[in-house]
């Protein structure tokens, strides 16, 4: 079953054990001095280049004056080169004051600040490079963003902080991940989510990544950057690097914080004796009598919500060392978290540990060790919002019945009104979703120079893990009420390994600078899965534990494996700092498709006008670059195996005489023999300017990205045995514009003030589906499912039903009487104009696709004191909500209505636009009733830190000492009438802005502190 690239890769599996670290054939040598003059004066120098604050420069120029013989400095700021004795060197990096000393063989330099120019390095993958070489849609967030607030999350940290990349937190409940696009959607089946890289691991798992350990992160987003990445670059890459050890004696940190968390909102759903009194005027007379509703009013009834949710604490530690000396150096640091969830047991708690090691064994070689361990375990954590779920179900079920009988336990049976379903207290309390995972990582990361400008690098990353699930469904559940307690438990185990090789060459000849990246690299994944399950349980007493007590039990097992190969060539070409080229070019082949390779080119030029001579000591501008690029990526966006012919298992048949079982292996679904990737090709315009020494920034990018042969699941017909097969269809294209302003209005001794708005426009169109107007995709849930289509010439995300007009008035009856209504029923728009309203009505209700995002930010210190406040929002964007849908009832599931609206429907003597709620049959679900405007604006974070002053603290041996309080989603401006806009129940692009039953983003009030020793 194996096939070409997994064939290729796996032939090499004994490889996974031993040294990775492969030296390439040594290239051609630079010409330089007479080697006889050479061997007489020359001596080596090495040393090392920081700023004021002892931080290593990476990048920055060592060269013999008046000559090209130089060198760049490293990752931590190291060099060596031969020079002759006496000679002077020019060590240089932008954004830094020049320096010029004499030759010694060990030469430790640091570089002062220049405030006239702009230099930063950004990593930009397989290297780095000085910001103002740049060519590409690189967006830089500074570490310090990772501690302003309390991150649960890694990609928190990039809510608002970036244009063009919309984060949003589909779900409140603990340790759930967010949903990340980087200029909108380029998949409609594959995820949205980028390619994270760290530490140079690619695909490095940000679970384990504690935001304390972060020490930057860039974002690429134009193709020309991302590109080098190939086929896994298609949605963006974000490039994170960790904290690693610096020189001098050990260093201990420790951080912790405390969170209150708490709902930021709840329905308006009706009291227990508003929905009697609903219940006798509108759906049975005399359900309810006085008596009881004067009970009612006196007890309040039942509180659904309130009895399944809490306001939690949430708790987290974190505690690093770090130290080294010149040739050792190391950092160490462990994070443990307690996030109990916003409805009752349920909870999320992790602890992850990273050790990062850096070595320099001799002027040549240098070895780095990074090391990571994660251990996780979440309960009920995986609710999907469907009508069954106990926190959906709160919301619809009857207030009138109680929750525990007289005797404590839970009441059984369904309530007379309201939802179906069991009691939500006793489902959840009788739910056990256990999961847990381990995940290790090492990485080894070898950097040998061969020569003067030509480094080898060897990056290798094994990692492996495991999960074990156990779930139970006891009697009290729905489960058990529709087919019997259940137990079941989940096991697998994974391993993984890549390994990145690559050469850099980089060299200064006067005006000219070089650098050249040649990369071979592979990686491959297998993994194997165990399942058992048991129903109808002897006892409850065991919950998982003994899968045997089962009346009826089910084992199955899995594996499945996948593998890639790639090669890379990247050239960097900059003169005199004015005018920049990058090429590059990447083909990688795949386990996972019927057209295996592809390749993927890429293009970027620069000017930096700022560093021409009629802007030379210019009163205010101190940077300007003009950028433009055009390169192509792919995306896989299928499992392994999608591409081959399966077989079917599971079923049992009876044969014969009716007696034996005989197991059967049938064929699977059908599979296309012809399977290659999806294409993305995008150009982007860029503008950076700097004002004013660094006080005025301004980034502006215009960008147009077209996908091609999109990967699909398209429905097989009948006749071919039905079900779905992949094939490749259609077009999508996203063109947008990005832009941060960023700026200090005051930067004085005691007071300053440092803000940036971030700002994104996208506009995404289906352009092409092989001929199809349009394609139906299945939603979410129980009811959503009918809800999306693809639709050419329309975005992604949009939604499809019936355009409701209101109600039908007493004067329209005649009207009405011609589509089987009554005054007072819901009114839909007849498009065929036959009066009959079915499926040949519906049509575009509304699009969950956003057109703009936006973030602000801004950071005043007035002495000791620094306050942080973040804005995020995003606007253009269409919610339909299942969940209010539902809390009008007038379904089988949900019978009745729960909205507080429901109270005043249309009559004759109040002729409104809320349908009568007796006759549901006249009203429809999937409608535009249903749609909202999901645009929103919230104050994500607000911080007050102190920091304790230095002379206060010496006497207590503590270094730095802070303090801080601060709040999140405090605020929320949205016209939306649903829990939190920022949720939604979207598995893909296609499904974006489908809301059923979310448990919303909790509002949250921290403190905590920073200490370090």
Partial sequence: MENEVLSRVQSRKSMRFKACFLIAAVLFCCCGFSSVAWAQQAISVSGKVTDAGGVEIIGASVLEKGTVNGAITDANGEFSLR????????????????????????????????????????????????????????????????????????????????????????????????SVKIRGASSITGGTNPLYVIDGNIGGGIDALNPNDIASIEILKDASSTAIYGSRGTNGVVMITTKAGEQGKPRVNFSAWWANASAPKTLEIMSAAEFARNINNHYRAGAFNDQVIAELERTGGTNWVNELTRDPWIQNYDISVSGGSETVKYRVSYNLMDQPGLVVNQWYKKANLRANLDTKINSRLDLKFIFSYIESKNRNAQFE?????????????????KAYDDNGNYTTGEAPYGALGVN???????????????????????????????????????????????????????????????????????????????????????????????????????????????????????????????????????????????????????????????????????????????????????????????LENHPFIHGLKLRASYGETGNQAVGAYSTLAQVKTGSDYYFFDGIT??????????????????????????????????????????????????????????????????????????????????????????????????????????????????????GIGTFGRDVSRLMVGHPLGDFWGWNFLGTWKTAEAAEAAKYGALPGDGKFEDINGDYVINEQDKTVIGNGTPDMTFGFVNDLRYKNFSLSLMFQGMTGNDIYSQTMALLWGGHGIQRNAMIKEALNPWSAGNENDIPTLARWDGNKFASSRFVYDGSFVKLKNVALTYSVPRHLLSKLYVNNLELYVSGQNLLTFTSYPGLDPETNSSINAATQGLEMGMVPNPRMYTFGLRIGF
């Fill in 83 to 178: 020079v002759v004795s006496g000679k002077i060197l020019q060590i240089s990096y932008v954004g830094y004051v020049t320096k010029e000393v004499a030759a010694t063989a060990r030469l430790d330099v640091t570089l002062d600040e220049d405030t006239q120019a702009l230099g930063e390095v950004v990593v930009v993958g397989y290297g780095v490079q000085r910001k103002s070489d740049v060519t590409g849609a690189v967006s830089s967030i500074k570490a310090d963003e990772a501690i302003k607030r309390p991150i649960t999350r890694f990609e928190q940290v990039l809510q608002g902080t970036t244009p063009g990349v919309q984060v949003v937190s589909n779900s409140g409940q603990p340790g759930k991940g967010l």
């Fill in 385 to 401: 919002g469907d009508i069954y779920d106990p926190f959906t179900l709160a919301h619809y079920y009857d207030p009138t019945f």
């Fill in 424 to 614: 939500p207290v006793g489902s959840i309390m009788d739910m056990k979703e256990d999961r847990s995972g381990k995940a290790t990582e090492g990485t080894g990361i070898l950097t040998y120079k061969l020569m003067d400008g030509l480094t080898f690098t060897s990056n290798n990353t094994y990692a492996s893990g495991s999960y074990f699930d156990q779930a139970w469904r006891g009697k009290y559940s729905q489960e058990a009420k529709e087919a019997g307690t259940r137990a079941e438990i989940n096991s697998g185990t994974w391993t993984s390994f890549r390994s990145s090789n690559f050469l850099t060459y980089n060299k200064r000849f006067g005006d000219h600078n070089f650098n050249a990246t040649l990369l071979y690299e592979r990686s491959q994944y297998e993994r194997t899965t165990q399942r058992g399950v048991a129903r109808g349980l002897s006892t409850e007493a065991l919950t998982y534990y003994n899968l045997s007590l089962g009346s009826s039990t089910l084992a199955t097992s899995d594996y499945s494996g996948d593998a890639m190969e790639s090669y890379m060539g990247r050239i960097n070409y900059s003169y005199k700092d004015r005018y920049l080229l990058t090429a590059s070019f990447r083909r990688d082949g795949s386990s996972h498709l019927t057209e295996k390779w592809d390749n993927f080119p890429a293009v970027a030029v620069a000017w930096n006008i700022a560093n021409e001579s009629f």
């Fill in 661 to 778: 079982r005989i197991a059967t292996t049938g064929l699977g679904e059908i599979v296309s023999t012809k399977v290659g990737w999806e294409h993305a090709r995008q150009t982007d315009i860029g503008l950076d300017v700097v004002l004013y020494n660094g006080r005025l920034t301004l980034n502006v990018d215009a960008y147009n990205k077209d996908v091609t042969d999109l990967l699909y699941n398209y429905p097989a017909p009948a006749y071919m045995g039905g079900g779905t097969y992949l094939r490749n269809m259609g077009q999508i294209n996203n063109k947008g514009l990005e832009i941060m302003l960023g700026g200090i209005p005051v930067n004085g001794k005691d007071f300053s003030w440092n803000s940036y708005f971030t700002i994104g426009f996208n506009r995404n169109k289906v352009v092409d589906l092989m001929g199809e107007d349009k394609v139906p995709y299945n």
